[in-house]
């Protein structure tokens, strides 16, 4: 599998295990999972690697504020978490590094979203490096 073809989750929370599912369904889709036990964590791998979307558990509540001042502009599209009585809904805050916000999504729809997220972020790979479209050889 081509780089290009390698789309980068960055799981930015308190606990690795608050992810267990969400990575695993990633995983399964053929995402790349990195976590990031603290923002200055976060920081250090988005300067070391190429991330697509970001997913935040963490409980501070002005991490997602310096989240969005870092990824705004970028390519990169980020999702937090909200607690619900029996786990967690995702918000989007940025889709493709500009603000996407909406109403929050069950895990059922944002596995949806995940899905023509990353199949976005694919067309785009290949458009930008000339190769055509990937689902057409």
Known sequence: M???????VLLVGDNPQSFSPSRK??????CEC???????????LLHLWRFD????????????QKLVGLLSGSH???FSSLRVEEGFWWLPVLQFGRES????LRVGEFTHVLDDLREQIRLHRY?????GDPRHP
């Open 2 to 8: 081509e780089d290009r073809d390698i789309v980068r």
């Open 25 to 30: 369904l990633l995983e399964r889709s053929g």
């Open 34 to 44: 990195h976590f990031a036990g603290s923002l200055e964590a976060a920081k250090d």
């Open 53 to 64: 979307i970001v997913l935040s558990m963490q409980a501070v509540g002005d991490t997602i």
């Open 76 to 78: 990169i599209s980020l």
């Open 101 to 104: 916000y909406g109403p929050a």
């Open 127 to 131: 458009a930008s490096h000339g190769a």
